[in-house]
């Protein structure tokens, strides 16, 4: 699972907050103190071209260091603070740390000098009359190029806005700023809608890589997203990628980029300096 990413701990806190509404409690108005106290942090997941295994982008992944509690996975207190719409100024926050800091490595760090930036969106944010401002302002005052944005948007969040501002579509196109269908395959997106949303690129979910070599019909989804894809000229991500066979299947399949612990889990920011350094473990055997 996918909670296990940053440390355990995290996983037994919610065993043992399940039924516990008292524990809840805490840990929302902990949250409510989090951003102040310094308690929340980013760290990056690479994102690979499949072929060179060049490092393409970052994805930010939110971690909440709890002072008693330990690493809290995003998993667990998103959705709370998604309920409490906390998600606005926390979202704020993540939209300038991760821009700020891409583009920092996208300064000063050769190997960086072309990666995206991808940031995850929650559907709140979204609909939020000035999501557009705020994406512009971060993306200002980073000195970014929009072009090296990618906002993360999940299918099945989107299906549930009803009301999904088309000037909010609008204004983002105008900014320059790509958007990313994440998780896609898990809800019922018809290629009309994907038109509607000038989405730039498509993030194939874990289940289906999983899912490789696992049968005769293993690989159909894949191959469905990416005829829709070329279709509509977008990028597809693999997500979730975590062995050499799904690595060498979704290069004959034809996908583009991955990411996965097969190359690296998320990794705090002043490891990545290291990490663009040197090639992911095996590559130069794979490659070879
Ligand atoms: P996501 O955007 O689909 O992110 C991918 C998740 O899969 C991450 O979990 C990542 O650590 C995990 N993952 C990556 N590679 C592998 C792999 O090879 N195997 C497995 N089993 N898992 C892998 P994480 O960090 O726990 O994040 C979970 C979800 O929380 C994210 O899913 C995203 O929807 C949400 N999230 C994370 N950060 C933010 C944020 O800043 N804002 C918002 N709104 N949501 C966030
Ligand atoms: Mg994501
Ligand atoms: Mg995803
Ligand atoms: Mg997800």
Redesign the pocket.
């Known amino acids: ?6 440390g355990d701990s995290s996983a037994v806190y919610e065993v043992q907050m399940t039924g516990q509404a008292a524990g809840r409690l805490d840990l929302e108005s902990d949250l409510r103190l989090a951003l102040q106290r310094r308690e929340l942090l ?2 990056y ?1 690479p994102i690979v071209d499949l072929r060179s295994e060049v490092t393409v982008g970052f ?5 909440w260091h709890h002072p008693e509690h330990g690493p809290i ?3 667990v207190f ?1 959705p709370i ?2 309920e409490t719409g906390l ?1 606005l100024p ?2 704020t926050w ?1 939209l300038q740390e ?1 821009l700020g800091q891409v583009e920092q490595w996208r300064r000063h760090l050769p190997e960086a000098a072309n990666v995206y930036a991808a ?4 559907g709140r ?1 979204f609909v939020a009359r000035d999501f557009p401002d705020v994406v512009d302002a971060a993306v200002r005052s980073a000195g970014i190029d929009p072009a090296a944005v990618n906002l ?1 948007i ?1 299918e099945t969040v989107l299906m549930d806005q009803p009301g999904l501002p088309k000037e909010t579509l609008q204004r983002l196109i105008q900014l320059g700023v790509g958007l990313s269908i ?2 896609f395959g898990t809800g019922y997106s018809s290629l009309s809608y994907l038109k509607w949303l000038s989405a730039r690129t498509l ?1 194939i ?2 289940t289906f890589v999983e899912e490789l070599g696992r049968g005769p019909h293993g690989a159909s989804i894949i191959e469905l997203v990416l005829g829709m894809a070329d279709n509509l000229s977008l990028n597809v991500v693999a ?4 062995t050499l066979d799904q690595v060498n299947e979704l290069r004959r399949l034809g996908v583009r980029s991955a ?4 190359w690296s ?2 990794m705090p920011s002043d490891r990545v300096p290291d990490w663009l350094d040197t090639l992911p473990p095996g590559s130069r055997r794979r490659l070879a």
Request: hydrophobic share 35%; glycine share 8%; net charge negative.
């Open positions: 699972r996918a909670k296990s990413a940053g980013l760290e997941q994805e930010a992944l939110l971690r996975m995003p998993d998103i603070a998604e998600i926390i979202g993540v991760a940031v995850n969106i929650s944010q993360e999940t994440d998780d993030k979910d874990r997500e979730g990628v975590e990411q996965g612990y097969f889990k998320s």
